[in-house]
């Protein structure tokens, strides 16, 4: 399984991003991780397979989405009312294992190469 992706940049606090996760593979469920310098790595956003059960982390919720288009293998992250502590790189990964939502890094066992969102002040 390979993972591009793609749409980090700068954008400005209040703004809105679309992050995009292409597959290539059979994958379970996925989920978008970010590490901003200095600290570990977090969870992000989760979602099955199906697109039924979603996670995010409560540092993002009501403020992003996760989505996914099956037919085009691809997941994606809208992150709208962006603050500067959103300032990351931001990871997509795969979980090919199980079918039950899991949230942890560990968990995951396919990683994209990380593309930066940057949130000026």
Known sequence: VQLQA??????QAGGSLRLSCAASGRT???GWFRQAPGK????????TWSGGYTAYADSVKGRFTISRDNAKNTVYLQMTSAKPEDTAVYYCAADSRVRSLRVGVADYD???????VTVSS
């Open 6 to 11: 793609s749409g980090g940049g700068l954008v």
């Open 28 to 30: 379970l469920n996925m």
């Open 110 to 116: 396919y990683w994209g190469q990380g593309t930066l």
């Open 40 to 47: 570990e790595r977090e969870l992000v956003a989760a979602i």
